[in-house]
């Protein structure tokens, strides 16, 4: 039984930071992506980032510069520190996991955890 368990989600003021974490548990992800998606009320879901295997990354250009994705691959977990957080960035964040790299339809989903930036 594949499960992905996201933490670190919060409240934090407009320039804050956030650091969120993704733990897979029931197999080795070798040759998976890992990443993130975020979806605010009344919004489309959208991808934020992803990190292959090998280390290839990938952001949406509205997170350049403020967030960093990385993995630590013997434990199975990806993070995603934000900095210079915006009101625009509050949504729930999806961690995910695909082969190869993240579609719009990764074949894992965590459940996800709750960011908001207050102005």
């Known amino acids: 039984q594949v499960q992905l368990v996201e933490s670190g989600g919060g409240l934090v003021q407009a320039g804050g930071s956030l650091r969120l974490s993704c733990a897979a548990s029931?197999?080795?992800?070798?040759?998976?992506?890992m990443g993130w998606f975020r979806q605010a009320p009344g919004k489309e879901r959208e991808f934020v980032a992803q990190?292959?295997?090998?280390?290839?990354?990938g952001y949406v250009a509205s997170v350049k510069g403020r967030f960093t994705i990385s993995r630590d691959n013997a434990e199975n977990t990806v993070y995603l520190q934000m900095n210079s957080l915006k009101p625009e960035d509050t949504a729930v964040y999806y961690c995910?996991?695909?082969?190869?790299?993240?579609?719009?339809?990764?074949?894992?989903w965590g459940q996800g955890t709750q960011v908001t930036v207050s102005s």
């Open positions: 029931g197999r080795t992800f070798s040759s998976y992506a």
């Open positions: 995910a996991a695909q082969k190869l790299v993240l579609t719009n339809t990764p074949d894992y």
């Open positions: 990190i292959t295997w090998s280390g290839d990354i």
